[in-house]
């Protein structure tokens, strides 16, 4: 290949024109992020990776690459039990309904959607023995005033929380001053350099 | 970077005509209060078929945008610029990540994405078809194309599908880097030697015609969108968005003593909005049907990158995840 970059002159060509081979894609991750401490965790997308620990890792770079944070959080897609989503006056929480415990209680944390269009919000933990019933539970224990359009129940121990020997993963981010506007500030140097053009 | 000057297939009247009229009346009143649509949501097919056509294009743009910059991450004036510059393309690419997620939810898998750009199916910004001969069109890029691509993004931040205007609102927040640094490298090089103004004035000789072009067709040519815009799928028309552009920009440029390709260029006073040459949409047209001095390059850039980073991908791959739509 003729480039100008000679980057890619180096490139091997392939000599492959075949269309790729389909499916070698992973698994889909959930993301929720703690910006300051005493805010609830926030849903702030997704990423794929081929397991838990890895999705752990990508979320950090995609989504706490430039603002530091409190810790972060992953979790299968799978295990988030979805409620219906609503509109208008009516609360995710009219169409809970009551379910009968079934066996060993485990813990679940329950997500809000306080606004159609903004993020998940975590609301609370209850011990439920399935997810239907941590939703039953969640909307006596953690129902307010508040209209909710969608509720999520995600088990606890399915998600990979931030460990305290994590937390080293964002210690350089102060030192990378090079990623915020405020390190570019060219306006004392175009100053001069308009008043020398008027000259 | 780099939502701007999508091309939309053209809508025939028939395309909403078998939609369920009540479920479309409420889907409109629900756009025109204001609210978002969610992936669950019901919604017309149109929406749906566009709005994936048109976040797919601006993930692709930001994986393609990436390289006519990238290219200069090693030959940047220094560590300081190279540093900045490395930040600024792995951020683009970061964009591209949230936005596939964004399209995701509307039920196009990111593989079939990225196949249909590496086969030459699917669209991005014309602009990344042109080259960066010098660090000067690489600073055009990240001050000037940057800020078109901003005018588009702010304006469709504001739209009326939830997963895109949240993946937007992030990016907005990291344009602010780009568009400092874009500006900075720019003040740098117009207070330089002579030979430094020389390169970023012949950059804007080179870069005008196709930034006239990134806001796609003229209205007076371009598919028609009325439906899109009453969705709120597309914010405001091309020319407006260019006028906005040239409204915050060209005096930017005239202020550092750069000339502009353009005699007829100047604000209209009286109705407030910018006369140009019309743009050669012949040469858009030629450039987004692969005609363009860089087109072969990129696509063949990105399919030798996916060949050869497959084995890492097939090692990685563990039987016990399974990609799936994801949430929100």
């Known amino acids: ?199 | 970077m780099y939502g701007g000057g999508n091309i939309f297939d053209e809508i025939k009247p028939d395309d909403v005509a078998g939609e369920d009229s009540i479920k479309l009346a409420e889907f409109e009143a629900r756009i025109d209060r204001g609210e978002k649509i969610e992936p669950t949501d019901w919604m017309p097919k149109l929406y749906r078929k566009q709005l994936i056509r048109m976040i797919e294009q601006h993930a692709h743009s930001e994986i393609i945008g990436a390289l006519p910059e990238g290219t200069w991450i090693t030959r940047a004036p220094g560590f300081k610029r190279k540093m900045a510059l490395m930040a600024k393309v792995q951020d683009e690419v970061g964009h591209g990540q949230l936005l596939y997620s964004a399209a995701e939810t509307l039920g196009k898998s990111r593989e079939q994405m990225i196949d249909d750009l590496i086969n030459g199916k699917s669209k991005y910004s014309n602009v990344f078809n042109y080259p960066t001969f010098t660090w000067a069109d690489c600073c055009f890029i990240s001050w000037l194309v940057d800020a078109g691509a901003i005018v588009n993004q702010l304006a469709n931040a504001k739209g009326s599908y939830g997963p895109y205007c949240r993946a937007l609102e992030r990016i907005c927040a990291e344009e602010s880097f780009h568009l400092k640094y874009g500006h900075h490298c720019v003040i740098y090089l117009a207070s330089g030697t002579q030979k430094q103004r020389d390169m970023f004035q012949e950059a804007i000789y080179r870069w005008w015609p196709p930034m006239m072009h990134f806001f796609g067709p003229s209205d007076k040519i371009s598919v028609h969108t009325e439906i899109l815009m009453k969705w709120k799928v597309k914010m405001d028309t091309n020319d407006n968005m260019r006028n906005q552009f040239l409204d915050m920009y060209v005096p930017k440029i005239w202020e550092l003593g750069f000339t502009i390709p353009d005699p007829k260029l100047k604000k209209n006073t009286a109705t407030g909005r910018w006369e140009y040459t019309e743009p050669d949409w012949d040469e858009f047209k030629r450039v987004i049907n692969g005609g363009g001095p860089c087109n072969k390059e990129r696509l063949e850039v990105r399919r030798i990158a996916e060949e050869r980073g497959r084995w890492v991908r097939e090692a990685l791959r563990a039987p016990k995840t399974e990609y799936i739509t994801p949430l929100a």
């Open chain 1, 1 to 199: 290949m003729k480039s100008l970059d000679p980057r890619v002159n180096r490139l091997p060509l392939t000599g492959n024109t075949s269309p790729k081979v389909l499916l070698d894609q992973f698994g889909t991750f959930e993301v929720f992020v703690q910006a300051k401490a005493g805010k609830p965790f926030q849903h702030e997308g997704v990423v794929h990776a081929p397991n838990l620990e890895m999705s752990y890792l990508l979320a950090k770079e995609t989504f706490t690459r430039r603002f530091t944070c409190v810790s972060i959080y992953v979790v299968d897609t799978r295990n988030v039990h979805v409620s219906v989503l609503t509109e208008d006056e009516d609360n995710a929480y009219n169409h809970v309904t009551e379910v009968a415990s079934s066996g060993n209680k485990v813990s679940f944390e329950i997500f809000h959607l306080f606004k159609r269009g903004k993020q998940h919000q975590h609301a609370g933990t209850v011990e439920a023995s399935n997810p239907n019933e941590a939703l039953w539970l969640a909307s006596k224990q953690l129902k307010t005033e508040k209209q909710v359009f969608n509720i999520w129940a995600i088990h606890t121990d399915d998600i990979r929380f931030t460990h305290q020997d994590d937390l080293d993963l964002w210690h350089t981010l102060p030192d990378k001053k090079f990623r915020d506007a405020a390190a570019y500030k060219g306006g004392d140097k175009l100053k001069s350099f308009l008043e020398e053009l008027k000259k």
